[in-house]
């Protein structure tokens, strides 16, 4: 297993990472014509494209031993409710179910930590699904509290997500 920065020519492999987790993750709450519809929009290799060759994101791959892809993170400008200057967005952190034992997803919250640290971010935000209690125990285990909501309605039923934010200490490390 690898941890890396993802770079523009891992477009495809990330596609099909986001869609392949977000179907994992949310398949049995939201319709399925709608899900996919979803995928096919936010999570095509043209969208990861245009992340990846953008600055102000970062993206990172976990990859099994064969290179195959999965888990990933991305960071970003800060858009949630709530947001104010000097904060930074985790925008997405899946790992596949079968890879959850083994700290993959602590690694790349930290790889993301120390990312906007670096860009002299003073907190990190994030949004997580209400009905997502394992992801909502994570963030809490990594320092993140509720600081506020956000509702989308990108396809039906709308989503309600709590928001969470995380403090960034003067170094990364502690």
């Not at 920065?5 to 987790?21: I, P, V, W, Y």
């Not at 991305?74 to 985790?90: R, V």
């Amino acid at each position: 297993m690898k941890l890396r920065r993802a770079g523009t020519e891992d477009a495809a492999k990330l596609a099909l990472l986001g869609g392949a987790s977000f179907l994992e993750t949310f398949a049995d709450d939201h319709p399925g014509d709608a899900i996919v519809a979803h995928v096919a929009a936010a999570h095509s290799a043209e969208s990861y494209a245009t992340m990846l060759a953008d600055p102000a994101f970062a993206l990172w791959l976990v990859e099994a031993d064969a290179r195959a892809p999965v888990g990933y993170a991305m960071m970003g400008p800060a858009t949630l409710p709530g947001s104010s200057a000097g904060d930074l967005e985790l925008k997405r952190i899946y790992v596949l179910s079968r890879w959850h034992v083994g700290g993959w997803g602590r690694a790349l919250c930290e790889a993301v930590e120390h990312e906007a640290h670096m860009r002299g971010a003073t907190r990190l935000l994030l949004s997580v699904y209400v009905k997502n209690d394992p992801a909502i125990r994570f963030y809490a285990g990594r320092g993140f509290v509720r600081v506020g909501a956000a509702h989308f309605a990108d396809f039906p039923p709308e989503f309600h997500d709590h928001v969470m934010a995380k403090a960034l200490t003067a170094s990364p490390l502690e």
